[in-house]
């Protein structure tokens, strides 16, 4: 086993004992014991190397280098340490540590870098413990909404500010305001699909991350009798949700790649056997890369729903509760991690990514760039998750590499 192998093996075994269930499957909701643990162990990991470990106002860690020319620019890495419930071991803490085992790399090698480095941990990212994603992102560019959690609960009825204070942070003296010293951003993430395994690739640099409509669509009906109600004297909600169903992803297919639509949760009322539903309430997710064709995509959503339920007579109430545009990755950063990632002989992909991640939060303010390693058979949010050690080690080459070019090298990264 060469030392870059147990170099990474070492350190992910060190932090998925943190949080991990006897039977497989990690937990670190935000602001739980086992989510202070780990972020007390990656403090102490970014001391171990030589940076300067610092928590802010919402639990964000950070480990620094100052740049010995131009320590007022920062060049960021990392990504989150929370989990999804019985999540796996890869999602968001392999993007802090392949940070760690980048920097940690150029430190020995090359010294103090020119301008300033710094490796993150995000506090939050998932929304799984409370009714609020990328608060640590958020945070850091100033956008967390802290009214929006001032009465927040979690499953077990823990107020949000409490479960803050008992993490060791104080939610009234939350005051975010958008760091100014940053010049870019870079994450590496697992992919979380299977277009690079598939492409039998190492590296898949991202363009752009995909937008999001989500909606909760209600048709409602006439609940009545299985038996006795004639087919042409119904009015079945359930009819009705299943021909938009079919519908829709008929439509969907025609599209085509990058658009992606998933009906996701389903409630049929009554719900029982011989009744004819007289309510459904479903949910839809579509997913482009381009604004105006999700915006296209979406008329025809609302279109198709309501010429359903009219076809069958029934009443048609829709309420598009997300709407996230998408977002490109800044195109200079792009063009130098395919660069970098080509001249070290990595077979690279450019492609978009379908999941949010910090750096659409980040990509709005400073210059960012995303790239993927390879998920085995594209399965996340599992024990299962799991990416081969080699691609792991991939990604820590190719995050080496574009970390140099931007904080060693004289030359300039235009802003977005």
Same mark, same amino acid.
């Given at each position: 086993?060469?030392?870059?192998?147990?170099?990474?093996?070492?350190?992910?075994?060190?932090?998925?004992?943190?949080?991990?269930?006897?039977?497989?499957?990690?937990?670190?909701?935000?602001?739980?014991?086992?989510?202070?643990?780990?972020?007390?162990?990656?403090?102490?990991?970014?001391?171990?190397?030589?940076?300067?470990?610092?928590?802010?106002?919402?639990?964000?860690?950070?480990?620094?280098?100052?740049?010995?020319?131009?320590?007022?620019?920062?060049?960021?890495?990392?990504?989150?340490?929370?989990?999804? +419930?019985?999540?796996? @071991? $890869?999602? !968001?803490?392999?993007?802090?540590?392949?940070?760690?085992?980048?920097?940690? *790399?150029?430190? &020995?090698?090359?010294?103090?870098?020119?301008?300033?480095?710094?490796?993150?941990?995000?506090?939050?990212?998932?929304?799984?413990?409370?009714?609020?994603?990328?608060?640590?992102?958020?945070?850091?560019?100033?956008?967390?909404?802290?009214?929006?959690?001032?009465?927040?609960?979690?499953?077990?009825?823990?107020?949000?500010?409490?479960?803050?204070?008992?993490?060791?942070?104080?939610?009234?003296?939350?005051?975010?305001?958008?760091?100014?010293?940053?010049?870019?951003?870079?994450?590496?993430?697992?992919?979380?699909?299977?277009?690079?395994?598939?492409?039998?690739?190492?590296?898949?640099?991202?363009?752009?991350?995909?937008?999001?409509? +989500?909606?909760?669509? @209600? $048709?409602? !009906?006439?609940?009545?009798?299985?038996?006795?109600?004639?087919?042409?004297? *119904?009015?079945? &909600?359930?009819?009705?949700?299943?021909?938009?169903?079919?519908?829709?992803?008929?439509?969907?297919?025609?599209?085509?790649?990058?658009?992606?639509?998933?009906?996701?949760?389903?409630?049929?009322?009554?719900?029982?056997?011989?009744?004819?539903?007289?309510?459904?309430?479903?949910?839809?997710?579509?997913?482009?890369?381009?604004?105006?064709?999700?915006?296209?995509?979406?008329?025809?959503?609302?279109?198709?729903?309501?010429?359903?339920?009219?076809?069958?007579?029934?009443?048609?109430?829709?309420?598009?509760?997300?709407?996230?545009?998408?977002?490109?990755?800044?195109?200079?950063?792009?063009?130098?991690?395919?660069?970098?990632?080509?001249?070290?002989?990595?077979?690279?992909?450019?492609?978009?990514?379908?999941?949010?991640?910090?750096?659409?939060?980040?990509?709005?303010?400073?210059?960012?760039?995303?790239?993927?390693?390879?998920?085995?058979?594209?399965?996340?949010?599992?024990?299962?998750?799991?990416?081969?050690?080699?691609?792991?080690?991939?990604?820590?080459?190719?995050?080496?590499?574009?970390?140099?070019?931007?904080?060693?090298?004289?030359?300039?990264?235009?802003?977005?």
């Amino acid at each position: 086993m060469n030392q870059k192998i147990r170099d990474m093996r070492d350190c992910l075994l060190r932090l998925s004992a943190i949080g991990a269930a006897e039977g497989g499957g990690l937990t670190r909701l935000l602001y739980s014991p086992s989510w202070r643990e780990a972020q007390d162990c990656l403090c102490a990991m970014f001391e171990e190397i030589g940076l300067t470990a610092n928590f802010d106002q919402v639990g964000n860690l950070f480990g620094r280098i100052e740049g010995r020319e131009k320590p007022e620019e920062t060049v960021l890495t990392g990504s989150h340490v929370d989990t999804v +419930r019985n999540g796996g @071991t $890869l999602d !968001g803490q392999y993007g802090i540590l392949a940070g760690w085992l980048a920097v940690g *790399r150029l430190l &020995a090698k090359h010294g103090r870098p020119k301008r300033s480095m710094e490796v993150v941990s995000f506090a939050e990212e998932e929304g799984s413990r409370f009714p609020y994603a990328f608060w640590g992102s958020k945070s850091l560019v100033g956008l967390a909404d802290r009214e929006a959690l001032r009465q927040a609960r979690d499953a077990e009825g823990h107020l949000f500010s409490e479960a803050m204070e008992q993490a060791g942070f104080d939610f009234e003296a939350v005051r975010p305001a958008p760091r100014k010293d940053i010049k870019a951003f870079v994450e590496a993430h697992i992919e979380q699909g299977g277009v690079l395994e598939n492409l039998n690739q190492q590296i898949g640099v991202v363009t752009d991350i995909a937008g999001q409509k +989500r909606y909760t669509a @209600t $048709l409602t !009906g006439e609940a009545n009798h299985a038996g006795t109600t004639p087919m042409s004297m *119904r009015h079945d &909600a359930m009819e009705g949700a299943a021909r938009c169903m079919v519908t829709l992803l008929d439509e969907a297919g025609k599209q085509g790649d990058p658009l992606v639509l998933t009906f996701g949760k389903v409630e049929v009322l009554p719900n029982i056997v011989n009744v004819v539903p007289g309510r459904v309430i479903f949910t839809v997710d579509c997913r482009h890369t381009d604004q105006k064709a999700l915006d296209a995509f979406a008329r025809t959503i609302e279109s198709a729903i309501g010429q359903c339920a009219a076809d069958l007579g029934l009443t048609a109430e829709i309420d598009c509760w997300m709407n996230e545009p998408p977002v490109p990755m800044n195109r200079e950063l792009i063009e130098r991690i395919t660069r970098v990632c080509r001249e070290r002989g990595l077979k690279t992909h450019v492609m978009h990514s379908g999941a949010g991640h910090d750096s659409q939060i980040l990509a709005r303010h400073y210059p960012t760039a995303m790239f993927f390693v390879p998920s085995i058979k594209g399965i996340s949010h599992n024990p299962a998750e799991e990416t081969r050690i080699e691609d792991l080690v991939a990604g820590v080459d190719a995050l080496e590499a574009i970390l140099y070019d931007l904080a060693y090298s004289n030359s300039q990264l235009k802003s977005n």
